[in-house]
């Protein structure tokens, strides 16, 4: 079995005649300098130099090693509870009686007239925070205090 196109190169073949040099000038592509090629291999060589430098040296001074400051917080008793709470035109008696049966409170100072202040929140937080909000909102000054 013959192989037409070895057949065809074997024919035509004539010593200096296929040069790769003289192919690319045919293209119109310049063969790269000797000195180029040496620039190119210098600048892959420092990459891969410094890459592995980066390497070592995140793994020598990685942040996990360092020891970390931490500070102890304590959250003891029901002041230090985060819940969620909803009023929609509320009273403030009932307000007030929602907020001491959830967190388990006792809410003190509550104005003359409590049922003369409607209140609408969604509320995300601790019971003292609650009331410091609602103090805000509407001008009193009750506190709270642990049952």
Known sequence: ???????????????????????????????????????????????????????????????????????????????????????ENAQLPEVVKKIESVYGVKVEGLPASPEGYVLSLHYEGTPTDLISVINDILGTEMTVMEQ
């Open 1 to 87: 079995m013959k192989n037409k196109e070895v057949d065809f190169i074997a024919r035509r073949y004539k010593k200096g005649r296929f040069s790769p040099d003289a192919g690319w000038h045919r293209l119109g592509i310049a063969p790269v300098s000797l000195w180029r090629r040496y620039r190119v291999a210098a600048a892959v060589a420092a990459t891969v130099i410094l890459s592995a430098t980066a390497t070592i040296l995140y793994r020598e001074y990685h942040l996990n090693d360092v020891p970390q400051q931490t500070i102890p917080v304590e959250t003891v008793g029901p002041l230090a509870e985060v819940k969620v709470i909803d009023f």
